[in-house]
């Protein structure tokens, strides 16, 4: 697994449950604020083009080779059993200007015989990777996905958006995924949103409360 994709998840994870009682309701809800920041953008050059990679202290990459190559964070929200989650955008701030983002690259052996040669596990050592030097065995093809990148549209749609649900040890959590940048490839434009204001709302099952659903911890001696 890259650097990059790791560094989306492990700064994200946030377990917690911030719950606003209902109103007694058959189908009762509660809700998850959430304030997200994103901090300075840095600008790195993507090979000999004009292309570029924005990257932000805190955040990870995006991993789909073609895909514009955007920062990202995952958060997990702890979320009640049997409850579902929706989310609220409550405000952003923004500010859009010309950029031209370089496409999550496609890794390309350059040499296979020095490949063969690595001992197993030595493929994912550092200096193996890149284009100078002798210990280059891979090359980062920037390649875009031509369908995608002749789209007259953000990428991704929206800032904030839900991914899946899962569990941590007995917790359930659902995925927030923030992404600051918002590209549109055929205008050759971002919309950086450094703050977003939202809540998770969830509707909890007729009869349930926070209380009655979220079961309480125990120890975890292989974790």
């Known amino acids: 697994m890259r650097p990059s994709i790791l560094r989306a998840l492990l700064p994200g994870i946030v377990l917690v449950l911030m719950a606003a009682p209902g109103t007694g309701a058959p189908s009762d809800f509660a809700t998850v604020p959430l ?32 895909e514009p190559m955007l920062p990202l964070k995952v958060l997990l929200v702890a979320i009640p059993e049997g409850s579902v989650p929706e989310l609220e955008v409550l405000s952003t701030s923004s500010q859009e200007f010309a950029l031209r983002v ?40 920037f390649a875009a ?54 809540r998770v709302r969830l509707t909890l099952p007729e009869g349930g409360g926070i209380s009655t659903l979220v079961r309480p911890s125990r120890p975890d001696p292989l974790f």
């Open 145 to 198: 996905d031509a369908r995608l990148y002749s789209r007259d549209q953000d990428f991704p749609a929206a800032p904030l958006r839900l991914g899946k649900v899962g569990y941590m040890r007995e917790q359930r959590f659902v995925e927030v995924l923030y992404s600051p940048l918002l590209y549109n490839p055929a205008r050759g434009r971002v919309r950086f949103i450094p703050e977003v204001e939202a």
């Open 102 to 141: 370089a496409p999550v690259p496609r890794l390309r052996v350059r040499d296979r015989e020095v490949l063969e040669r690595l001992e197993p596990g030595a493929r994912g050592a550092p200096g193996v990777r890149g284009a100078g030097g002798g210990q280059g065995t891979y090359d980062d093809e």
């Open 35 to 66: 304030h997200l920041t994103a901090g300075a953008l840095r600008l790195e050059p993507a090979g000999d083009g004009p292309s570029v990679v924005p990257r932000i202290a805190g955040f990870g990459l995006g991993s789909r080779p073609g």
